[in-house]
């Protein structure tokens, strides 16, 4: 009888959100920040980045970026954030506007990844 073999093929198309995290109730306090994971952050998206963007992240005053929600469609406003790199990476102002208005509650899970054609985050609410 022959073996089959599975060598990690799949016809699912991969995941195309890098970056995952489950909201706390830290993450959402009114003026809080979001702190995203370094090693996927500096894995996945950081070489994506153009190097401006990676410059000011690094500035006392970080980088504003946009992000998208993927679930509001292709023509709707983005809301920008500002991305500081200390000794973490993290979303600060304009995040806790953003989730506030997107109605976001502990335990949502959000996949972020970096778009680099249009130079901006990609969020989708994954539940």
């Keep these: 009888m022959a073996e089959t073999s599975n060598a990690g093929l799949s016809l699912a198309p991969p995941d195309p959100w890098v970056l995952k995290k489950k909201l706390t109730d830290t993450d959402l306090i009114s003026g809080g920040q979001l702190i995203l994971r370094k090693g996927d952050f500096e894995s996945f998206i950081m070489p994506e980045m153009d190097d401006v963007t990676l410059q000011n992240m690094g500035s006392t005053n970080g980088a504003e970026v946009k992000i998208h929600i993927v679930e509001e469609g292709p023509e709707a406003d983005d809301y920008t954030v500002t991305l ?4 973490k990476y993290l979303f600060k102002a304009g995040w806790s506007n953003m989730a506030k208005a997107k109605d976001y509650k502990t335990g949502d899970e959000i996949g972020l990844m970096w778009d680099k054609s249009s130079g901006r ?5 994954i539940k």
């Design 121 to 125: 985050f990609l969020l989708h609410h």
């Design 84 to 87: 500081i790199k200390k000794a």
